[in-house]
């Protein structure tokens, strides 16, 4: 029996440790997925950004049409 007791026991911390492995895995791509994110707001408020100044640029010509003789 003690036999039986030991090999359960080194399959628990051999499950153990493959638990700890794996999450250790997922907070690493969890944090990547995070970061891939993060550059995809970034561009996408950078466009937005970018996308108003030419909204402005374009009403300040037609403007400066509008007052030109």
Same mark, same amino acid.
């Given at each position: 029996?003690?036999?039986?007791?030991?090999?359960? !026991?080194?399959?628990?911390?051999?499950? %153990?440790? $493959?638990?700890?492995?794996?999450? /250790?895995?997922?907070?690493?791509? *969890? !944090?990547?997925?995070?970061?891939?994110? %993060?550059? $995809?707001?970034?561009?996408?408020? /950078?466009?937005?950004?970018?996308? *108003?100044?030419?909204?402005?640029?374009?009403?300040?010509?037609?403007?400066?049409?509008?007052?030109?003789?």
């Amino acid at each position: 029996m003690p036999r039986v007791t030991l090999s359960i !026991a080194r399959l628990l911390r051999s499950n %153990q440790q $493959l638990a700890i492995a794996n999450a /250790g895995k997922a907070a690493a791509e *969890t !944090a990547k997925v995070a970061e891939e994110t %993060q550059s $995809l707001i970034d561009l996408t408020l /950078g466009l937005d950004v970018d996308g *108003t100044r030419q909204s402005i640029a374009s009403i300040e010509r037609r403007l400066d049409q509008l007052e030109e003789p």
